[in-house]
């Protein structure tokens, strides 16, 4: 087998960064005999000279004018060109990427594609979607490192309180606004409840009460994120936007490797989330789950473990927190 040289550009430090290029980087340099290297985000884009010696260059959804040219400059140099994306870059929500949202912007994701060799991607929504512009696709879905099953929460401020807990970036403000009026209600009719979001802080969408809200900055190492992780239940809430729909369940696939209960929109991409066997959880626990699911339908199938819980509804309404939960006044679990 030829041993291959595998360079790689991230977008950024971010989450999507190391799980699309960090961490499968670092199995690929661990359990490969090819050599790799990832380059520092933030610098300058790789030219011809950056290539010398590279069989393949991956890039993360390179775009705009500059990552047209910087493309069309490596061309012709012998090194095979995989454009990586994780997001559907041609239907992005003004709300999230306003610098991405117009057809200029859009053409020049179009032309990058088109200048690539391959195209790499996390599920087929996705690759569908790009595949009119570059037909070489490979599937590669996210996963997440052994190692979460074992780490521990981090401690809370507030023992007492029981803490609902999100994470991510700005692009998500579509779909914490669709939640609002649900999280002031739980917040305003259970005194001992707190959120915490880590990432960008949402809180102000909390009104008067912002004060039961907790915000940790993002970490540019996720294994920094990881132990700020504290959260009681997580909430994965998801717009009806194109844009969402080409998204995976990362973010159940991590409360659920650490014990944490997800309560997720009941569609894409949480809407096709089936569950995996979790490690037993320390107060309560479980995978992401759909109101279309009953809760003695992971009984039946063997994915449930004694002690976990599933709570959902069409909207991913929690209507009360506590020892137990109940969605829209109908307990479905403890």
């Given at each position: 087998?030829?041993?291959?040289?595998?360079?790689?550009?991230?977008?950024?430090?971010?989450?999507?960064?190391y799980?699309?290029?960090?961490?499968?980087?670092?199995?690929?340099?661990?359990?490969s005999?090819?050599?790799?290297?990832?380059?520092?985000?933030?610098?300058?884009?790789?030219?011809?000279?950056?290539?010398?010696?590279?069989?393949?260059?991956?890039?993360?959804?390179?775009?705009?004018?500059?990552?047209?040219?910087?493309?069309?400059?490596l061309?012709?140099?012998?090194?095979?060109?995989?454009?990586?994306?994780?997001?559907?870059?041609?239907?992005?929500?003004?709300?999230?990427?306003?610098?991405?949202?117009?057809?200029?912007?859009?053409?020049?994701?179009?032309?990058?594609?088109?200048l690539?060799?391959?195209?790499?991607?996390?599920?087929?929504?996705?690759?569908?979607?790009?595949?009119?512009?570059?037909?070489?696709?490979?599937?590669?879905?996210?996963?997440?490192?052994?190692?979460?099953?074992?780490?521990?929460?981090?401690?809370?401020?507030?023992?007492?309180?029981?803490?609902?807990?999100?994470?991510?970036?700005?692009?998500?403000?579509?779909?914490m606004?669709?939640?609002?009026?649900?999280?002031?209600?739980?917040?305003?009719?259970?005194?001992?409840?707190?959120?915490?979001?880590?990432?960008?802080?949402?809180?102000?969408?909390?009104?008067?009460?912002?004060?039961?809200?907790?915000?940790?900055?993002?970490?540019?190492?996720?294994?920094?994120?990881?132990?700020?992780?504290?959260?009681?239940?997580?909430?994965?809430?998801?717009?009806?936007?194109?844009?969402?729909?080409?998204?995976?369940?990362?973010?159940?696939?991590?409360?659920?490797?650490?014990?944490?209960?997800?309560?997720?929109?009941n569609?894409?991409?949480?809407?096709?989330?089936?569950?995996?066997?979790?490690?037993?959880?320390?107060?309560?626990?479980?995978?992401?789950?759909?109101?279309?699911?009953?809760?003695?339908?992971?009984?039946?199938?063997?994915?449930?473990?004694?002690?976990?819980?599933?709570?959902?509804?069409?909207?991913?309404?929690?209507?009360?927190?506590?020892d137990?939960?109940?969605?829209?006044?109908?307990?479905?679990?403890?």
């Amino acid at each position: 087998m030829t041993t291959l040289t595998i360079g790689a550009a991230p977008h950024s430090y971010d989450g999507s960064s190391y799980y699309r290029i960090w961490l499968p980087f670092k199995h690929l340099d661990d359990q490969s005999h090819h050599i790799t290297g990832v380059l520092p985000p933030g610098g300058a884009m790789p030219g011809p000279k950056d290539a010398q010696g590279l069989d393949v260059l991956i890039f993360q959804r390179p775009a705009g004018k500059e990552g047209a040219r910087m493309l069309e400059r490596l061309i012709g140099q012998g090194t095979k060109l995989v454009y990586e994306v994780d997001d559907d870059m041609l239907n992005v929500d003004s709300s999230g990427l306003p610098h991405l949202h117009d057809d200029r912007a859009r053409e020049s994701v179009r032309r990058c594609l088109r200048l690539c060799d391959m195209v790499t991607t996390t599920n087929e929504y996705l690759a569908e979607t790009v595949r009119p512009f570059n037909d070489n696709i490979r599937i590669l879905p996210n996963h997440v490192k052994a190692g979460l099953l074992d780490q521990p929460k981090a401690r809370k401020p507030h023992p007492d309180r029981v803490t609902i807990g999100w994470a991510g970036g700005t692009s998500h403000l579509v779909d914490m606004v669709e939640i609002a009026d649900t999280l002031r209600a739980v917040l305003n009719d259970n005194p001992a409840v707190e959120t915490h979001f880590i990432g960008f802080d949402f809180s102000p969408l909390l009104g008067d009460l912002r004060g039961r809200s907790r915000w940790t900055r993002w970490e540019p190492d996720v294994g920094n994120y990881y132990k700020n992780i504290d959260f009681d239940i997580a909430v994965a809430p998801s717009a009806d936007i194109p844009f969402n729909r080409a998204k995976t369940w990362l973010r159940a696939l991590e409360m659920g490797a650490m014990a944490v209960p997800i309560v997720a929109a009941n569609r894409l991409p949480y809407s096709d989330y089936d569950g995996i066997p979790r490690r037993q959880p320390r107060r309560v626990a479980g995978p992401a789950h759909r109101s279309d699911q009953r809760p003695g339908d992971a009984r039946r199938d063997g994915r449930r473990r004694e002690g976990t819980g599933r709570w959902l509804d069409d909207r991913g309404r929690l209507e009360a927190v506590g020892d137990r939960v109940r969605v829209r006044g109908r307990r479905v679990s403890g």
